[in-house]
């Protein structure tokens, strides 16, 4: 079992940033890819961006250029920056983990409340 602890959400005004941390019970490396994504109200989990084990990125067109996904290894934590924020990135922001890359090994943390308005 690999447990994720998200932190770092909040209440923002449009335009603000915010920083989400995702911290893993086991060796970052162990983990082949990490991502984010989000829900909101009345809405399908979508995607954010991810991040694989040899740093590869990738994200969704509408946050592109806006936020930034990174990985500190010695600290087993996948950071999100979240920059020139809308009230349209408003969503619960869950951490999810797929240990072999497969879509079978596959965790999610308990999600960080993200809301955006003014």
């Known amino acids: 079992q690999v447990q994720l602890v998200e932190s770092g959400g909040g209440l923002v005004q449009p335009g603000g940033s915010l920083r989400l941390s995702c911290r893993t019970s086991?060796?970052?490396?162990?983990?082949?890819?990490m991502g984010w994504y989000r829900q909101a109200p009345g809405k399908q989990r979508e995607l954010v961006a991810t991040i694989t084990r040899g740093g590869s990125t990738n994200y969704a067109d509408s946050v592109k250029g806006r936020f930034t996904i990174s990985r500190d290894n010695a600290e087993n934590t996948v950071y999100l920056q979240m920059n020139s924020l809308k009230p349209e990135d408003t969503a619960v922001y869950y951490c999810?983990?797929?240990?072999?890359?497969?879509?079978?090994?596959?965790?999610w943390g308990q999600g960080t409340q993200v809301t955006v308005s003014s």
């Open positions: 999810n983990a797929d240990l072999t890359g497969g879509g079978v090994n596959v965790y």
């Open positions: 086991e060796s970052i490396f162990s983990i082949y890819i």
